[in-house]
């Protein structure tokens, strides 16, 4: 079975584009088709998108194709990794301050950021989206960043 097959990532895959339309006014893909389809089209999108949920020190709990590859890992490590573990430890405070900017205002459009892959390697993401998930009866579920332009820093 393909990762956007799995019926928890179909429902999860609904949240995140729900989320983005009702923060943002704007869809993340298209909204074409099934259910199954949004899930691939997500899955398979050329820009990033990866999820936590809510709790104290959240594990990130989707990652599509371009953040596996980015981040250089597979979805199972992917779905191991504490968020805050995205950043060097020197850059921890900044994003729990984006974190919390995010949950007050609901979304933020501007972000720009060191993270660092599985292997060490860093880079710097630039534009980043970043919005509070909310299921259907409007009760947050955790939060979700979207973005395509990031460089990789020299060692």
Request: proline residues 3%.
């Amino acid at each position: 079975m393909q990762p956007w097959q799995d019926h928890n990532r179909i429902a999860h895959t609904q949240i995140l584009l729900n989320s983005y339309r009702r923060f943002l006014g704007a869809e993340l893909v298209s909204r074409d088709g099934s259910g199954m389809e949004q899930s691939q089209l997500l899955f398979e999108a050329e820009f990033v998108v990866v999820s936590h949920a809510t709790q104290v020190d959240p594990i990130l709990n989707y990652g599509n194709q371009a953040a596996l590859k980015l981040w250089e890992m597979d979805l199972d490590t992917l779905l191991q990794t504490p968020s805050r573990m995205t950043a060097e430890p020197v850059h921890r405070d900044e994003r729990a301050r984006l974190l919390e900017r995010t949950t007050r205002d609901g979304f933020v459009d501007d972000y720009r950021g060191i993270r660092v892959a599985s292997t060490g390697r860093r880079f710097l993401i630039e534009k980043a989206i970043v919005w509070n998930l909310v299921n259907d009866a409007g009760d947050r579920v955790g939060q979700a960043a979207t973005f395509s332009d990031w460089v990789f820093l020299d060692e």
